[in-house]
């Protein structure tokens, strides 16, 4: 399994950033995909979700600015976030999901390099 991340930077707050995420090793149509991010002295959090349907799910403060997308003949998800604000500064993660509880959870132990988004004031 490999998760290779990639877009992030730096970015004024109320700016837009499109992340990228190519993965392989494993039936990425069959696969709910998620992005998560961890912020400097935090736990890693669930951001988005999009099911093998295009369902998708979003943490409440991000929902409104972000649009999670796949691309399944491309084995790729991407991440469009606009209005960025200086909270959403964090590494940036993508990995095949399973629903756990009320949120989803990471299928794979491994993850890949992350991308960082900085969003400055």
């Known amino acids: 399994v490999r998760f290779v991340e990639s877009g992030g930077g730096l970015v004024q707050a109320g700016g837009s950033l499109r992340l990228s995420c190519a993965s392989s090793g494993f039936t990425f149509s069959s696969y709910a995909m998620g992005w998560f991010r961890q912020a400097p002295g935090k736990e890693r959090e669930f951001v988005a979700a999009i099911k093998w349907s295009g369902l998708t799910y979003y943490l409440d403060s991000v929902k409104g600015r972000f649009t999670i997308s796949r691309d399944n003949a491309k084995n790729t998800v991407y991440l469009q976030m606009n209005s960025l604000k200086p909270e959403d500064t964090a590494v940036y993660y993508c990995?095949?999901?399973?629903?756990?509880?009320?949120?989803?959870?990471?299928?794979?132990?491994?993850w890949g390099q992350g991308t960082q988004v900085t969003v400055s004031s």
């Open positions: 990995n095949a999901i399973k629903r756990g509880g009320e949120t989803w959870e990471p299928l794979y132990d491994y």
